[in-house]
């Protein structure tokens, strides 16, 4: 992605910084959930590295609440009770430098709970140990208890930043080099359904 298209907010906040706060734009958004809705996934509760400004769900975890440690449940209030529940979907676009300790994290929440989770994630994670340790193997089509599916997202994605497109030098939209992926951790007791709408819809984008 060019650096000058990330020059659009704080000049004193480093490349690094902006390039890990790039947000996932609505369109793209529900284009995924448009795709996977046949499948049986139900649209995401829970954005699980978010801010309430950029947040794609109606509940996110923050960069200060810390995805790495928090658990991925959902709290909610009733006439002063507080109750904890485990959401039907969850959403994630990890930033960038921490893939490695992203989808590990994911995943064990994904153990732990049994929900969907919606990931977006680049194509280049496929050439990783830990794409190859968790995904690979667990993969729908190869494996009879398996979880996972991915798909290629068609077209190109123009992040945003601070809700704003990015621009480079001349005013034009910059959009991200890399393609991507849609990976799912399907809900475990979702799965013959979802192995059933998939048959019979498979991926049409």
Not at 141 to 159: E, M, R
Not at 174 to 182: K, L, R, S
Request: overall charge neutral; some cysteine; charged content about 25%.
């Amino acid at each position: 992605m060019k650096q000058n298209g990330l020059l659009k907010s704080d000049q004193h906040e480093s490349q690094e910084s902006k390039a890990n706060r790039l947000e996932t734009p609505e369109d793209i958004f529900y284009k995924v959930i448009e795709i996977i809705k046949p499948l049986g996934i139900e649209p995401p509760e829970l954005d699980v590295f978010a801010s309430s400004e950029n947040s794609k769900c109606v509940h996110h975890i923050s960069k200060e609440s810390n995805a790495f440690e928090k658990d991925f449940t959902i709290s909610e209030s009733n006439r002063g009770l507080t109750t904890i529940r485990v959401p039907i979907s969850i959403w994630a676009n990890a930033p960038h430098d921490v893939y490695k300790l992203a989808l590990p994290r994911i995943h064990d929440q994904y153990i732990k709970h049994d929900f969907n989770a919606i990931i977006l994630i680049p194509t280049n994670n496929m050439r990783t140990n830990y794409w190859h340790d968790i995904v690979e193997p667990n993969r729908i089509d190869v494996n009879a208890d398996g979880y996972c599916f991915y798909f290629p997202l068609k077209g190109t994605i123009y992040f945003e930043l601070d809700g704003n497109p990015m621009l480079d030098d001349k005013g034009r939209k910059v959009h991200a080099q890399n393609g991507y992926n849609v990976l799912l951790f399907v809900k475990k007791t979702k799965l013959k359904e979802f192995k059933a709408n998939l048959s019979k819809v498979g991926i049409c984008q």
